[in-house]
């Protein structure tokens, strides 16, 4: 704030020119040091929103990798499933191929 010098014999006068301009210059200095602080501080907040980030995205691909693993041995398990009862039962799993097909014939002349 402006402050005023009192005369000496007590009356208040106007700031001059030079108290204008050092106040002038006093608070540039200070809106650059407080932009630096907000400017720091936003880059703080940054790296640590980047760190929280990266460290959630390597936990899901962590927990993609064991679903995929996971997914994997089901499938190849069907599948030895799969061929066991084809070999146990031939004819019955070559009947149940030909009505799939059958079925799906079908289904894809209807569109």
Known sequence: MASTQK???GSASAPTAEDLGAQLETLK???ASITQSLGDMAKAQGNDLSAA???RVADAKAK???HIADLNAQAEHLGAQAGEFVHRKPAVAL????GLGFLFG???QRR
């Open 106 to 108: 079908l289904m894809s």
């Open 7 to 9: 005369k000496s014999n």
């Open 95 to 98: 009947g149940m191929a030909a």
């Open 64 to 66: 993609g990798s064991e």
């Open 29 to 31: 200095a200070d809106i």
């Open 53 to 55: 980030a990266k460290e």
